[in-house]
């Protein structure tokens, strides 16, 4: 029996290698999937951003258009 004891515990030792291995690259794609995320996050915050921005010029312009178009209806009944 004893000399099965040197086999088994270089197989549980190859065992422990195998895990640790696996637990390294398990942390390394962690790692990866956390820092995709985070750029994700950023490219999303900047996005809204830029739609809050555009949301603004677009209310700017249609307050103008609503000026010109006041405008143009107080000329005509002037004219008219």
């Not at 270089?10 to 065992?15: A, L, P, Q």
């Not at 900047?46 to 249609?62: A, S, T, W, Y």
């Amino acid at each position: 029996m004893s000399s099965n004891i040197g086999p088994q515990l270089d197989e549980i030792s190859r065992y422990i290698d195998r895990m640790k291995e696996q637990k390294r690259t398990t942390e390394k794609c962690i790692a990866d999937i956390e820092k995709d995320r985070a750029e994700i996050e950023e490219r999303i915050n900047e996005m809204r951003r830029r739609k809050d921005e555009l949301d603004e010029r677009l209310r700017i312009e249609q307050e103008r258009l609503l000026r010109q178009e006041r405008t143009i209806r107080q000329v005509f009944f002037l004219r008219v």
